[in-house]
């Protein structure tokens, strides 16, 4: 299957999509997006040379607007445009591609040059586990508009069209998946000057590409965030060199290196070590391998056409071996990612509790690049709409993400709507053109993954009270909602067709995520239940009063099928852990009945002897459930447990980020047997929501924090806990401590908002802004709870 193109109906962008950009500025492009007559490995140059119009005066503004179909850099007059990385990144391409703007005012001159450098990137280079690329079009295209305003109102424009010509790059090879390969013999600066001889060159061709579909970036663009030394260079038994950066993290290796013209500098990237050497086999067909040819002189490469999940590194061919690595350095991981600003922080006396929260933030930043995926080093890096379904709420919290996440559910409105009304598993949405041959991956409507349509822009609603995202995905949550109730069985369940329900049960063989102890069919019924009370809760927020008592009316009934044919006496169909989560945490039952689950939930997880026995559905709603229900003992030694399967299991085993299995590293330091073992999955960190509201002690009222709860549940043997958060109307913050028993809470609550203080053992308090102090005496036996 192939992109449509621009005479294709389905290309045709719909009026709700249209409505969706009406807030965006229309542009009158003079530029046209340009490929050159020749490959060139993949990695063309682009080249224009102009002058500047004469007698309007001085220059006061000059912006360059830059995209392409792949992944862009540019250059004015040799020096870099922008600091910004993976230009335009990925979005459903056949509707939608974003354009960078830059002031680049300080670099022209009376004869300016613009160079394009473009990769493969997402557009044409690998995507998905079956080895295919370009699906989304066989040419390169660059796009480069420069605006130039002078003194006398003058305005100049220029941009690519087929006056430009194309050349060689240094860049040999290049692929998100597969890594890159730079000859620095080819490297020269000379094609940026004024004057430049490029008769070798090529010409360049005009696509047929409408500029309608040039968008501007909702979200942060990608850029480096640090750069991270090794904390370990040694020489393996079978005597290679390999370099720890002592944290699992995604970007590339920044090198540093003299050696003799020629040479070749190999880097392996993988996120474990297995046996003493590097654990390549969850990679699956990605190579993850950057391979650099010396000039012969000092060489500085940094493959920025690609991108790799790692921790470890095998470096081949360093002139001097490892010594000489140890004693003279050359390397750096550098960190890449969406530049999202940090607003949310945590903090407690349990160093293991702070490890898991640092592995969910690192985890959020390396699946956070352009598009929030699932893992960011393996043949796939693709944007499962369940992954962040559920932790959308944490990321929220943790960063300013809710442009990040505006931008992607732009695309997600997009495919839905070409998938007539249906959510894909993935957004951007490559699987549609991939013949997987998977008879597990059927083209409908599912729980958690569709539900991203809703769940996803309430979440965002709740974190920063911005009405746009209800405003612009209100079409796609009517849709899905609508959709989803079209799919019931005549008996009011969700009960047919294909679910990926409770998706890696620990229970389930390691080769079958899919066979988990909870019925699909309860899993997905709850799911709706939540889905049309928070799409009746958008619509009161937007004043749609019809939409209000339509959604309202779906979700009783599904409560009312739900009580009728899942529930019997306080037991819940397939009776698991995770159908009493879900039941519970998304308020399906009354409250005898709620009593009576809770009851049971926390049976069983004393029966799993606080072990996790979750999986993907369930885990992120286990201890609210928990909590909610009375059994805040259980949910602290749930968290607390340190045996396989939990949440400190992995941080016992030196993990960095968060695993997509709880045990892909089992405990004798072997990788898990299964296909899908990544090292770097952010969806089981979703805890870290409960770890804000329940243990630090601080969560929304109102959307956007107008109202604030202070409400920490200390237990677990935790003697204090902070957390803060930069919400829109300033910095909140809750610190609290135990000492001899009396526990002591001081709440910072910003200008204009207030705040209700709760804590155990006496009554509400409502306060305004300001810093408060309270103290009470607490139980002895609230902080006996101690590690599993």
């Known amino acids: 299957m192939r992109m449509p193109t621009s005479d294709d109906p389905a290309y045709r962008v719909s009026v709700t999509a249209v409505e969706m950009e009406s807030a965006l500025p229309m542009i009158a492009w003079r ?68 354009y960078a703007e830059w002031d680049v005012t300080a670099l022209v001159a009376p004869t300016t040059v613009i160079g394009l450098a473009a990769g493969n990137g997402w557009y044409r280079g690998r995507l998905g586990w079956t080895g295919g690329s370009g699906y989304y079009g066989d040419e390169l295209g660059a796009f480069a508009e420069l605006r130039v305003s002078f003194a006398d109102g003058h305005v100049q424009v220029v941009g690519t069209d087929d006056s430009w010509t194309a050349g060689p790059s240094p860049t040999t090879a290049n692929d998100l998946y597969d890594g890159q390969s730079i000859d620095a013999r080819r490297r020269s600066d000379a094609w940026l000057r004024p004057g430049f001889d490029h008769d070798a060159w090529s010409g360049v061709h005009a696509l047929d590409f409408d500029v309608a579909r040039l968008t501007p970036y909702l979200g942060p663009p990608v850029r480096r965030q640090e750069a991270i030394a090794p904390v370990r260079v040694w020489e393996s038994d079978r005597g290679t060199v390999l370099v720890d950066f002592g944290q699992n993290l995604v970007g590339w290796v920044r090198v540093e290196v003299a050696g003799e013209e020629g040479s070749t500098l190999t880097l392996h990237h993988a996120e474990v070590l297995e046996q003493g ?44 071996g490892a010594a000489a690595l140890r004693a003279h350095g050359g390397l ?61 709420p944490s990321a929220v919290f943790l960063a300013d993400a809710g442009d990040f996440l505006r931008d992607w559910l732009h695309d997600l409105a997009l495919e839905q709507q070409h998938h007539d009304g249906r959510v894909p598993f993935v957004v951007p949405d490559v699987v549609k053109y991939i013949d997987h041959g998977s008879s597990l991956l059927k083209d409908e409507t599912t729980a958690i993954w569709s539900d991203a349509a809703v769940w996803v822009p309430w979440a965002v609603w709740m974190a920063y009270g911005d009405r746009r995202v209800l405003e612009e995905q209100w ?84 409560r009312a099928a739900f009580t009728q044919h899942y529930l019997d006496s306080g037991r819940i169909v397939s009776d698991c852990t995770t159908v009493y989560a879900l039941a519970i945490a998304f308020d399906i039952l009354e409250e005898a009945d709620r009593r009576a689950a809770g009851a049971r939930l926390a049976e069983l997880v004393r029966a799993s002897g606080h072990r996790i026995s979750t999986g993907f559905a369930g885990t992120p709603y286990v201890m609210d459930a928990l909590t909610r229900t009375g059994y805040l003992d259980d949910a602290y030694r749930l968290l607390l ?79 204090w806990a902070e957390t803060s958060l930069e919400t829109p109307h300033g910095r909140a913050a809750v610190r609290w401590s135990v000492e001899s028993g009396t526990f002591t809470v001081v709440a910072e609550v910003p200008e204009g908002t207030a705040a209700v203080l709760r804590l155990p053992g006496v009554a509400d308090e409502s306060v305004g802004p300001g810093r408060h102090r309270r103290s009470v005496r607490l139980p002895v036996d609230l902080f006996s709870v101690t590690a599993g």
């Open 641 to 719: 447990q340190r045996d396989c399967p939990s949440w400190l299991y992995p941080v016992t085993m030196g993990a960095t980020t968060i695993w997509e299995r709880w045990d892909s590293m089992l405990p004798d330091g072997s990788i898990n047997p299964g296909e899908m073992t990544s090292f770097n999955h952010y969806a089981l960190g979703a805890v870290v929501d409960w770890l804000h509201r329940t243990v630090g002690g601080l969560a929304a009222l109102e959307p956007g924090y107008r109202r604030i709860l202070v409400a920490p549940r200390p237990g677990g043997g935790i003697d």
């Open 332 to 392: 750096a991981a550098v960190v890449v990612t969406s530049d999202l600003r940090r607003i949310g922080r945590f903090a407690t006396s349990d160093p293991l509790l702070n490890r898991l929260h640092e592995n969910a933030v690192w985890g959020m930043r390396g699946n956070f690049l352009d598009v929030p995926t699932d893992c960011p080093q393996r043949d796939e890096r693709l944007g499962w709409t369940g992954d962040i379904a559920v932790f959308a």
């Open 277 to 320: 050497e590097l654990g390549t086999r969850p990679l699956r067909t990605a190579d993850a391998t950057d391979r650099y040819t010396l000039s012969g002189g000092f060489d500085v490469f940094e493959p920025t056409f690609t991108f790799h999940g790692f921790r470890y590194a095998e470096v081949e061919g360093w002139p001097g």
């Open 31 to 98: 530029a046209r997006m340009i490929a050159a007559d020749t490959d060139f490995d993949g990695a063309p140059l682009f080249r224009g040379e102009f002058q500047l119009d004469d007698g309007h005066g001085d220059v006061v503004a000059a912006t360059l607007r830059v995209s392409a179909l792949g992944v862009v850099e540019a250059w004015v007059n040799g020096s870099a445009a922008s600091d910004e990385l993976l230009t335009p990144g990925w979005t459903s391409y056949e509707w939608r591609v974003r």
């Open 475 to 558: 079409p796609s949550m009517v849709s899905h909602a609508r959709r989803v109730r079209g799919l019931l069985s005549p008996n009011g369940l969700w009960d047919t067709g294909f679910q990926f329900g409770d998706w890696l049960d620990p229970d389930a063989p390691p080769s079958a995520p899919w066979e988990a102890k909870a019925d699909r069919g309860v899993v997905a019924t709850i799911c709706a239940y939540r889905t049309a009370s928070l799409v009746a809760r958008a619509a009161g927020a937007l004043g749609e009063d019809a939409a209000v008592r339509e959604f309202r009316g779906m979700a009783e009934g599904l």
